[in-house]
């Protein structure tokens, strides 16, 4: 922590984290006031969008891949396009699943 007030006090530039509000690294630029701001090295080469500043805060963990998709409600919404746009209804088990899975909330 002295470091870091000393190099802000003596004009020096560090190397800091940009990070969006979803705690997504973003890339990196130099401040002179680093107060408050997860530093970095220069020559970190952590990819854009790809790391998360970790829950403790104290370092960079990747970024699991997850699904903004339900595959269930996915599935029941074709389910349902296509039988529309063909003009057949569905089986009373498939509208019931259906019915099921959007008051799961799936």
Known sequence: MAKRKAAARSGNLEWVAIIDSDGLYQGKEQVSDATSRFVVPADCDLKPGQYRLSDCKAKFVPVRKVLTVKPDLAIAEALEALASASGIALP??????????????A
């Open 92 to 105: 009373g088990s498939t509208v019931k699943w259906i019915d099921a899975i959007r008051k799961k909330g």
